[in-house]
């Protein structure tokens, strides 16, 4: 089974950076859409940006211009690089596929302001 494993995380002061990554074995990624995901305290779990293998990217309103999702498939590694980053930003991050597996354990990322 496919296990995926986020790295990356951190406390940072708002309009700072952080790179997170996402490993998974095997050529996981590029069979499937590949997106990064976070969940705030209290709040559901939302989609942040998708990359397919083609590397079409989408990204949800509130992080166009900010965040950068790319994909290696030679490394195995999914990133999400964070510009400018804002206090509502704080969330547990996780990268997953479509079709969804069994999510990681995430990667906290803690914007103060």
């Known amino acids: 089974q496919v296990q995926l494993v986020e790295s990356g995380g951190g406390l940072v002061q708002a309009g700072g950076s952080l790179r997170l990554s996402c490993a998974a074995s095997g050529s996981f990624f590029s069979r499937n859409v590949m997106g990064w995901y976070r969940q705030a305290p209290g709040r559901q779990r939302e989609s942040v940006a998708l990359?397919?293998?083609?590397?079409?990217?989408n990204y949800a309103d509130s992080v166009k211009g900010r965040f950068t999702i790319s994909m290696d498939n030679a490394k195995n590694t999914l990133s999400l690089q964070m510009n400018s980053l804002k206090p509502e930003d704080t969330a547990v991050y996780y990268c997953?596929?479509?079709?969804?597996?069994?999510w990681g354990q995430g990667t906290q990322v803690t914007v103060s302001s």
């Open positions: 990359i397919s293998s083609s590397n079409s990217t």
């Open positions: 997953n596929s479509i079709p969804r597996i069994p």
